[in-house]
């Protein structure tokens, strides 16, 4: 398994859902730079589960050990080390799972790639508990694009067929990225919290879980970013995005219903706005040929959802071969996309960074 990403910036995951803990190795950060860890630990917080019956009642404490990489605050050449110890796993809860694949998870091709070997217990190395490290990561290089002037940020788009307002792909700014994630249940349009929390509600009610789409901008990018064809925006973006458990697809702009449209209608006319050159529908969300070009960077992840549920399921028993009938028991979200917002913007801050800090423009 690869468990790193990046170029000049590289981020490199360790540990498993209920090992000891987990963690992060941030290399080729830029030595002098003052790690805000108290809005860090704010961004972490927003991943963390609210008590409110729309998220897992596994309470990890979240807060990281930082053991290399900062000398009286600031990033010292070496690289960045942060551990996240557990104090809530409960191994025992996977005990009669052994052997046993949950359906629409890792488990099964887990097992053939690594034998008995593999750590089942909630999924090991696969589990969405490796997001914690990532949003540090993502926290850490949100402060250097900041300083660079980039903000980054996201919301739920929709749970189920209920719907929270888009962005406009014209008029995202900074001030609207900030106080969405300001917001306990972040959503543009603060009268449709209720109604996608009782969306999620009634599934977990009947032992069931929703699917989701999170959607996330980027403004104050250069234009001419990127590093096309391979290490362009939407690829970096997208790799990093496929290491957040449960993401199934991705799309930029108007995404796939550019696929309906006639050229007439997606096409993009260039205008001037003073002396900056600008589009006027901003339908690629801000990147084409894997570049920026200056407007809003506009993004979608679909979210599945969430396979431990506790509704019978046929699967397999591996020792027996037969077929066989499990629930999962465990601490599960009834819907990933909420707590998967900032676990968005992580990913993308991180493949952002590591393309402007190696110069690509």
């Known amino acids: 398994m690869s468990f790193s990403f990046g170029a000049h910036v590289r981020v490199t995951l360790f540990g498993q859902s209920h090992a000891d803990a987990v963690g992060v190795v941030i290399d080729g950060l830029p030595a002098g730079f003052t790690v805000d860890?108290?809005?860090?630990?704010?961004?972490?917080?927003?991943?963390?589960?609210?008590?409110?019956?729309?998220?897992?009642?596994?309470?990890?404490?979240?807060?990281?050990?930082?053991?290399?990489?900062?000398?009286?605050?600031?990033?010292?050449?070496?690289?960045?080390?942060a551990v996240f110890e557990h104090q809530d796993a409960r191994r025992g809860d996977y005990a009669a799972l052994r052997g046993r694949p949950r359906p629409s998870h890792a488990d099964y091709p887990a097992y053939v790639k690594y034998g008995d070997a593999y750590d089942y217990a909630g999924g090991g190395q696969f589990s969405a508990r490796l997001t914690v490290a990532l949003c540090f990561a993502g926290a850490v290089c949100a402060q250097l694009l900041a300083a660079?002037?980039?903000?980054?940020?996201?919301?739920?788009?929709?749970?189920?067929?209920?719907?929270?307002?888009?962005?406009?792909?014209?008029?995202?700014?900074?001030?609207?990225?900030?106080?969405?994630?300001?917001?306990?249940?972040?959503?543009?349009?603060?009268?449709?919290?209720?109604?996608?929390?009782?969306?999620?509600?009634?599934?977990?009610?009947?032992?069931?879980?929703?699917?989701?789409?999170?959607?996330?901008?980027?403004?104050?990018?250069?234009?001419?970013?990127?590093?096309?064809?391979?290490?362009?925006?939407?690829?970096?973006?997208?790799?990093?995005?496929?290491?957040?458990?449960?993401?199934?697809?991705?799309?930029?702009g108007a995404g796939f219903a550019a696929a309906r449209m006639r050229g007439s209608e997606h096409n993009d006319p260039y205008a001037l706005r003073g002396n900056a050159v600008v589009t006027v529908k901003n339908d690629a969300g801000g990147v084409l040929g894997g570049l920026t070009t200056g407007m809003p960077l506009l993004f979608?992840?679909?979210?599945?959802?969430t396979s431990s549920i506790a509704l019978p399921q046929q699967t397999v028993d591996l020792a027996a071969k037969a077929e066989v009938s499990i629930s999962v028991a465990g601490r599960h979200d009834p819907c990933v996309a909420v707590r998967a917002v900032p676990c968005v913007e992580a990913a993308a801050a991180i493949a952002l960074c590591d393309l402007m800090l190696g110069g690509t423009i």
């Open 300 to 305: 979608r992840a679909a979210f599945k959802p």
């Open 148 to 252: 660079r002037g980039v903000t980054v940020g996201a919301h739920i788009l929709s749970v189920g067929d209920g719907c929270d307002a888009a962005f406009d792909p014209l008029c995202v700014s900074a001030e609207q990225l900030h106080a969405v994630q300001a917001r306990a249940f972040p959503v543009l349009d603060e009268n449709k919290s209720e109604y996608l929390k009782e969306i999620i509600r009634k599934v977990a009610k009947n032992g069931d879980s929703i699917g989701g789409v999170v959607e996330c901008a980027a403004v104050g990018l250069p234009a001419g970013l990127g590093e096309p064809p391979f290490g362009g925006v939407e690829n970096r973006i997208t790799q990093a995005l496929f290491a957040v458990p449960a993401v199934r697809g991705v799309e930029f």
């Open 37 to 81: 860890l108290a809005t860090a630990q704010a961004f972490l917080a927003r991943r963390a589960p609210q008590g409110d019956g729309l998220s897992t009642a596994r309470c990890e404490r979240d807060v990281p050990r930082i053991l290399s990489g900062l000398s009286e605050g600031k990033t010292c050449g070496a690289p960045l080390c």
